[in-house]
């Protein structure tokens, strides 16, 4: 019962790490992606902007996806240790 208790606690322990680690990835991938539609705003184009804050738009979603797909496996990795 008490091991029960403690494997649970341990699972949960790593779905909340796998959380706040995909909060932070997505918080720096909107923040690089902030920093890079600045840089754009200096000395470009019109087209020149928007092709970068598409670019920055683009690289920030694909982190988040990437983020989001190891939460994911961690969750799962948590889900499967604390079923044994």
């Given at each position: 019962m008490a091991n029960e208790?403690?494997?649970?606690a341990k699972a949960d322990a790593?779905?909340?790490?796998?959380?706040?680690?995909n909060k932070m990835a997505h918080a720096k991938?909107?923040?690089?992606?902030?920093?890079e539609k600045v840089k754009?705003?200096?000395?470009?184009?019109?087209?020149?902007?928007?092709?970068?804050y598409a670019?920055?738009?683009i690289k920030a979603t694909a982190e988040?996806?990437?983020?989001?797909?190891?939460?994911?496996a961690k969750k799962a990795t948590a889900d499967v240790e604390k079923k044994h």
């Open positions: 208790n403690v494997g649970k790593k779905k909340g790490m796998a959380d706040i680690g991938a909107d923040a690089t992606a902030d920093v754009a705003n200096f000395g470009h184009s019109v087209a020149e902007k928007k092709e970068a670019k920055a738009d988040k996806a990437t983020a989001d797909i190891k939460a994911s």
